[in-house]
């Protein structure tokens, strides 16, 4: 299975804020959705950055309810890893294993196409085990 194969079953909505937003603005948004990180955009390329629950109460710990008046920019991750359609399933998740991260956007072709999360990968990948259960379980049965 690939990020392709990923995004075809869950979508390939991405939530986005711009940079110049507050993180009051990116707070409301993530608990609106329902969803762990922003992709941050509004400067150069598909994306700018990525804002993740994480980064907003690390920014909590520092600056305490003053971070809500920051804008998104002092508090996004810049360095951002991302992946294409032809990600393999186990490739993602060794990335996301490796660099301790829990969303990656996906980019195809110089456009920003999805996000997957580690919420994402982990239920395809119960999915599929479920489906090769059940294959198995079939295959001794009919013997």
Do not use: W
């Amino acid at each position: 299975m690939n990020v392709a194969s990923l995004l075809a079953t869950k979508g390939r909505d991405v939530a986005t804020i711009n940079q110049e937003r507050s993180v009051h603005d990116a707070v409301a948004m993530l608990k609106e959705r329902g969803i762990g990180a922003l992709v941050v955009v509004g400067g150069t390329g598909p994306l700018t950055g990525i804002l993740s629950e994480r980064d907003i109460v690390r920014a909590f710990a520092r600056e305490g309810a003053a971070a809500l008046d920051l804008r998104v920019a002092a508090l996004m991750s810049t360095a951002v890893t991302t992946c294409q359609e032809s990600t393999t399933m186990n490739e993602l998740m060794a990335t996301m294993t490796d660099k301790r991260i829990r969303h990656v956007p996906v980019v195809q072709g110089g456009l920003l196409v999805g996000l997957v999360s580690i919420g994402d990968v982990v239920k395809a990948r119960v999915t599929e085990l479920e489906h090769e259960k059940r294959e198995l379980l079939e295959y001794v049965s009919a013997r």
